[in-house]
């Protein structure tokens, strides 16, 4: 008998154990179908519409915080979610892993801590940043932390085969290579903020190539990951980048003729060196 009733709880944990991986495998799937469905409406949105912060900053947009603040929070779930959810992956020991995971936080200790804390040192305290703008990055941030967390703690498969070294040194150099012209570019961009006397045309560098190096250099970045990570999660990262970049991008390109008209190179191109 009590046999008998060990086995009916052993089957128990092993069909709910089943049914548990069933619906982490279709909440990873519709989040993945998710993240290739909003990069269309993303891309055509932001071409009728720039996101009203920064240079574009309008009323109209509901409150406002302060701009360190809005990127420090929305922000933060690619930080605060992936390290709640890789314990939990199967691979979440293997070293691969904890070394393929660490570019991504990287990026993301950058952008969540240092980078506010730039804009704070450098620039006048305004609340110009819209809460609305902020609560939409904070979403993409979930729903892209979640996918690219628990593809490299779970779902990856290759980590045993030959190539993962190769794939991910390929990937890390070009990582490194875009983290470097973007933080490069919010530095010269935070200097002149800080030198006052309104808006000027940066120079020098890749400002001589493009008008927005700190997006070439995200996407730059973004290109590395998906080449290191070798997954759809990874590629669908980059393909929402472009839709959200490179239309803000154009958008900043206008506005830089605009306002600067024949003081402004007309070589530099948008955000991609000699193409867009």
Same mark, same amino acid.
């Given at each position: 008998? !009590? !046999? !008998?009733?060990q086995s009916v709880i052993t089957f128990h944990q092993t069909t709910t154990q089943t049914t548990m991986a069933l619906l982490d495998q279709n909440l990873f799937h519709y989040s993945l179908l998710s993240l290739y469905l909003i990069g269309p409406p993303t891309f055509i949105s932001l071409k009728f519409l720039q996101a009203p912060y920064g240079k574009h !900053?309008?009323? *109209? &947009?509901g409150p406002t915080i302060s701009p360190p603040l809005a &990127?420090?929070?929305m922000e933060s779930p690619a930080l605060w979610l992936t390290l709640l959810l890789f314990p939990s992956g199967q691979h979440s020991t293997n070293p691969k892993a904890l070394i393929l995971m660490s570019p991504y936080l990287l990026h993301y200790f950058h952008r969540t801590i240092i980078y506010p804390l730039r804009i704070y040192r450098n620039s006048k305290p305004t609340s110009g940043f819209p809460v609305s703008v902020a609560v939409m990055a904070f979403g993409f941030n979930l729903l892209n932390a979640y996918l690219q967390a628990r593809w490299v703690s779970h779902y990856k498969s290759d980590y045993d085969g030959g190539l993962f070294w190769w794939k991910f040194f390929g990937g890390l150099v070009v990582f490194v290579w875009g983290m470097r012209i973007n933080m490069w570019a919010d530095r010269v961009l935070l200097g002149l903020k800080r030198e006052g006397g309104g808006y000027k045309v940066p120079r020098g560098g890749w400002f001589e190539l493009v008008s927005c190096p700190n997006y070439f250099g995200e996407i730059v970045?973004?290109? *590395? &990951?998906?080449?290191?990570t070798w997954s759809w999660s990874g590629f669908g990262f980059l393909l929402y980048t472009c839709a959200n970049l490179v239309p803000r991008a154009r958008a900043n390109h206008r506005w830089y003729l605009e306002k600067f008209k024949e003081d402004y190179p007309r070589s530099r191109r948008a955000v991609i060196p000699f193409l867009c």
């Open positions: 008998m !009590h !046999h !008998h009733s !900053h309008r009323p *109209g &947009w &990127w420090l929070l970045e973004w290109i *590395g &990951w998906a080449l290191m």
